[in-house]
Each structure stands twice: as structure tokens, then as C-alpha cells.
């Protein structure tokens, strides 16, 4: 990960192409212009938040516990992160009603409530 620490330090958030493309254990080299993954372009430690999102389901509980950060730090973080990142082709509906939104995350984040369940509740 380092040299992409690196890459990242010396573009200075520019946008990265990648020419060519080699890999070693067939001998094969690729050549064009490839955009790199945009959650490559995400700093080590937005990467590392997010992992540890994934590997704690979601559980804002323990995303306090493991970053010794609040709540509101913790939601501030990933509103933050979603407007770094793009939807991945997703359609997810822009939800105006912010307060219905917090509380469908809170259900989530205490086990209420299922994503799926959540989803269709903000009808995406």
C-alpha cells in the first residue's frame, strides 16, 4: 500500500492514468489508458475507515470503540467519504428527509433493521 501512499502523495489529488499494465507470472503487458479504482484515490486512512465499516457491518458502535471518535464524528465521516466517492453505478434516491434517513442508519446500526429492509423503507 505504500507505494500507492506514495503515487497518491505525488499527484496531489489529480486524476492518475495508468499506460500500461504488466503481469509478471504470464508475461502479459497491456497498454492503453486505465483509470485507476476511485476508492485507490481515497487516502490510507479514508481506506482504513472503510474497511473497518465493512468489517464491523456497519456498526457504528464499534466504529467508536475502534477510532475512539463519537457517534456524530463517525457519521460525519461517512457523509463526508459519500460525497468523495461516487455511487458506482447505483441508483440510490437522494433522501431530502434527513431525519428519516439518520433513523433508518440507527436501526440498521442497532440491528433493527436489515439494509434490504432499509432500502426499500428510503426507496431505492
Do not use: C
Not at 4 to 9: A, D, G, I, T
Not at 75 to 103: H, P
Amino acid at each position: 500500500m505504500h507505494n500507492w501512499k506514495k503515487l497518491l502523495e505525488l499527484s496531489r489529488g489529480k486524476r492518475i492514468v495508468v499506460k500500461k499494465v504488466y503481469i509478471p507470472e504470464d508475461n502479459l503487458t497491456i497498454e492503453g489508458d486505465f483509470q485507476l479504482p476511485q476508492m485507490s484515490t481515497l487516502s490510507e486512512e479514508d481506506q482504513k475507515f472503510i474497511v473497518a465499516f465493512i468489517k464491523t457491518h456497519g456498526s457504528i458502535k464499534q466504529m467508536e470503540s475502534i477510532f475512539n471518535i463519537s457517534y456524530p464524528t463517525v457519521k460525519n465521516k461517512l457523509n463526508e467519504l459519500s460525497k468523495k466517492v461516487d455511487n458506482y453505478g447505483l441508483q440510490i434516491k437522494d433522501v431530502k428527509d434527513t431525519e428519516s434517513l439518520s433513523r433508518v442508519l440507527d436501526k440498521i446500526s442497532s440491528g433493527e433493521m436489515k439494509v434490504k429492509d432499509a432500502l426499500k423503507e428510503l426507496g431505492t
